[in-house]
T-cell receptor, first 109, second 113 residues
Framework: GQNIDQPTEMTATEGAIVQINCTYQ??????LFWYQQHAGEAPTFLSY??LDGLEEKGRFSSFLSRSKGYSYLLLKELQMKDSASYLC??????????WGAGTKLIIKP | IAGITQAPTSQILAAGRRMTLRCTQD?????MYWYRQDLGLGLRLIHY???????GKGEVPDGYSVSRANTDDFPLTLASAVPSQTSVYFC????????????FGDGTRLSIL
């Protein structure tokens, strides 16, 4: 079966670094997406990885290991506005996204 | 501003009623999607359309139908609403039906009583 696992909730301190992990199992693989979703709002695209390694985009970076079925999203210099849910999604062989339930990130001052 | 517009924003509906959720995009994207989002679960794909004139079933299509008469519009219809269809519904689009990022509308919060 297809499955995406990520922690339900994480807490971090403003100005710190946090890593949100995701393990995936999909039928075929066409990449791994990360989205941010603030409460009551739409998901917004953060990053896409299809090759192994780290993709850096400002304060956010995303890593992929295809052999381990593993990805993480790294957020640096945390700001209060980063409080949101972070959704991991794997793209299967039919180019359909399989979504995790999301990790709710709480930032404390 | 270019994007995806969903209507209504929210709706309370009696069980057994018919309801159409509207979705319009002005980005000329080929692919469009309907998801439902329930607490504690990931987004689940209801139906999708890779291009105007074609539609396909996602993970949870039962009780829902869609049409794609043109590029811009992708309405979702609940023929006879049931309480288990209470959810937040998101419409999304992408430039093509491959590994392009999907862009989401603001969602429709639907309650079936």
């Amino acid at each position: 079966g297809q499955n995406i696992d990520q922690p339900t909730e994480m807490t971090a301190t403003e100005g710190a670094i946090v890593q949100i992990n995701c393990t995936y199992q999909t039928s075929g693989f066409n990449g791994l997406f990360w989205y941010q979703q603030h409460a009551g709002e739409a998901p917004t695209f953060l990053s896409y990885n299809v090759l192994d390694g780290l993709e850096e985009k400002g304060r956010f970076s995303s890593f992929l290991s295809r052999s381990k079925g593993y990805s993480y999203l790294l957020l640096k210099e945390l700001q209060m506005k980063d409080s949101a849910s972070y959704l991991c999604a794997g793209m299967d062989s039919n180019y359909q996204l399989i979504w995790g339930a999301g990790t709710k990130l709480i930032i404390k001052p | 501003i270019a994007g995806i517009t969903q209507a209504p924003t929210s709706q309370i509906l009696a069980a057994g009623r018919r309801m159409t959720l509207r979705c319009t995009q002005d980005m000329r994207h080929n692919a469009m999607y309907w998801y439902r989002q329930d607490l504690g679960l990931g987004l689940r794909l209801i139906h999708y359309s890779n291009t105007a004139g074609t539609t396909g079933k996602g993970e949870v299509p039962d009780g829902y139908s869609v049409s794609r008469a043109n590029t811009d519009d992708f309405p979702l219809t609940l023929a006879s609403a049931v309480p288990s269809q209470t959810s937040v519904y998101f419409c999304a689009s992408s430039d093509s039906a491959d590994n392009q990022p999907q862009h989401f509308g603001d969602g429709t919060r639907l309650s079936i009583l």
